[in-house]
Nanobody, 127 residues
Framework: QVQLVESGGGLVQAGGSLRLSCAAS????????MAWFRQAPGKEREFVAA????????YYADSVKGRFTIARDNAKNTMSLQMNSLKSEDTAVYYC????????????????????WGQGTQVTVSS
């Protein structure tokens, strides 16, 4: 199994930037597809961004496209989410997620595809 721990959340003003990190332990994430999801108070969890294990294709929610960048560093066993031009609507708990290794995924945007989850990190954007 793999354990995921998020870090980097905090309070930032609208228009600012934050960089979230997801550190994996227990297994190398080289063959794991990974993603970020978020959940705002009173709302359902939603997809933010994902990255494949094979050729690092990336996927983004329309609401964050052009502002957020997902990346992975297999040598360090980490994944990151660079968030720029933050808006108040980006306020949420952000979760790191990973699939089973070598998994063929039909929908990178579905939380059901992911088998491992971190505990989350709070991001608060003040307007």
């Amino acid at each position: 199994q793999v354990q995921l721990v998020e870090s980097g959340g905090g309070l930032v003003q609208a228009g600012g930037s934050l960089r979230l990190s997801c550190a994996a332990s227990g297994r190398t994430i080289r063959t794991y597809a990974m993603a970020w999801f978020r959940q705002a108070p009173g709302k359902e969890r939603e997809f933010v961004a994902a990255i494949t294990w094979s050729i690092s294709n990336t996927y983004y929610a329309d609401s964050v496209k052009g502002r957020f960048t997902i990346a992975r560093d297999n040598a360090k066993n980490t994944m990151s989410l660079q968030m720029n031009s933050l808006k108040s609507e980006d306020t949420a708990v952000y979760y790191c997620a990973a699939t089973q290794p070598l998994k063929i995924i039909s929908n990178m945007r579905s939380g059901r595809e992911y088998d491992y989850w971190g505990q989350g990190t709070q991001v608060t954007v003040s307007s």
